[in-house]
């Protein structure tokens, strides 16, 4: 299996003109469904008043990403500049309550009516802006660091939308966040490498004795691999508590994403952890059974006479 071929950036999908509130939902909806495949199967679950915002919070986070990873030859300078450029008018927007900005329009409006802290998207352009100039991270803490607000803090953003029943849901959501984003570290070796990144920290890459330069499945590698993955699963085990402070059709959808997230750890064992000959994914129709599954009515319990 080759490599796959990139989704077309969200930067060049903006229309022209301005949109309404609608509109501007709906762009953001048509991102995660290019995008961010898993996630918009699991938002399925949810009530569809809700939807719209993880829409929303999507596009904000890809087309950050975007600008960081997809503007074509563009130079680190300008890559800066643009992504600045986009915080700056998020922040504008934010602070006169609305946006003629097709993806921030949406954003905006999220933001306002959920009371979503303005502080955890700050986090997240610092980590954006992190990826331009930052190449690899030295210890787990470094690369913790980076995630509290590429990770972590996505985890955090959602929780107005989930509407947890107990505050004591934030550290578990915290952990989802950082499951999924090495959940895709994991993954994706062999593209970041491409970009000149790697996110495997370099104490452990060195404490297996692995070039990671090589691109082999070595047995070094399989052992780095293995540590990393016990690694990832302990983040989902802390996450797993957290859904039990959820509503219902919450907990559902967070569910749903999170196993089907950690098929991709299994799928990435089942392929002997190699990573470079082909990307460890999740089909579709597993994500659609998943969901349909899952947003087929309940039977009530019936109860015996007697």
């Known amino acids: 299996?080759?490599?796959?071929?990139?989704?077309?950036?969200?930067?060049?999908?903006?229309?022209?003109?301005?949109?309404?509130?609608?509109?501007?939902?709906?762009?953001?909806?048509?991102?995660?469904?290019?995008?961010?495949?898993?996630?918009?199967?699991?938002?399925?679950?949810?009530?569809?008043?809700?939807?719209?915002?993880?829409?929303?919070?999507?596009?904000?986070?890809?087309?950050?990403?975007?600008?960081?990873?997809?503007?074509?030859?563009?130079?680190?300078?300008?890559?800066?500049?643009?992504?600045?450029?986009?915080?700056?008018?998020?922040f504008a927007d934010l602070a006169r309550g609305s946006s003629d900005d097709p993806v921030l329009k949406a954003v905006v409006d999220t933001v306002l009516r959920l009371s979503i802290d303005p502080a955890c998207f700050r986090r997240f352009l610092r980590s954006m802006t992190m990826d331009l100039t930052v190449e690899r991270y030295e210890t787990w803490g470094d690369l913790l660091d980076y995630m509290d607000g590429s990770a972590a803090v996505i985890g955090e953003m959602m929780l107005p939308v989930l509407e947890p029943l107990v505050p004591e849901a934030v550290p578990h959501a915290r952990d989802l966040g950082n499951a999924f984003q090495l959940t895709n570290f994991l993954r994706d070796v062999d593209e970041d490498l491409d970009r000149g990144r790697t996110y495997l920290p370099q104490e452990d890459v060195r404490r297996f004795g692995v070039d990671l330069g090589q691109r082999r499945c070595t047995p070094e590698f399989i052992e780095l691999m293995r540590f990393?993955?016990?690694?990832?699963?302990?983040?989902?085990?802390?996450?797993?508590?957290?859904?039990?402070?959820?509503?219902?059709?919450?907990?559902?959808?967070?569910?749903?994403?999170?196993?089907?997230?950690?098929?991709?750890?299994?799928?990435?064992?089942?392929?002997?952890?190699?990573?470079?000959?082909?990307?460890?994914?999740?089909?579709?129709?597993?994500?659609?059974?998943?969901?349909?599954?899952?947003m087929r009515p309940s039977r009530p319990t019936r109860r015996r006479a007697g």
């Open 1 to 90: 299996m080759g490599r796959r071929t990139p989704p077309v950036p969200t930067t060049r999908l903006l229309p022209s003109g301005p949109v309404t509130m609608e509109q501007s939902y709906g762009l953001c909806r048509e991102f995660n469904k290019r995008h961010g495949t898993t996630y918009y199967w699991s938002t399925l679950v949810l009530p569809s008043h809700k939807r719209p915002h993880v829409h929303a919070l999507y596009g904000f986070c890809r087309y950050a990403d975007d600008i960081v990873d997809d503007l074509g030859p563009v130079p680190v300078a300008e890559r800066a500049a643009a992504l600045a450029s986009f915080g700056d008018r998020f």
């Open 228 to 294: 990393e993955i016990a690694r990832c699963r302990e983040l989902y085990a802390s996450a797993d508590l957290g859904l039990a402070m959820l509503p219902r059709q919450s907990a559902r959808s967070i569910g749903a994403a999170r196993v089907l997230y950690g098929r991709i750890l299994d799928k990435i064992e089942a392929r002997g952890y190699d990573v470079f000959s082909g990307r460890a994914s999740v089909s579709t129709a597993e994500k659609a059974a998943m969901v349909v599954r899952l």
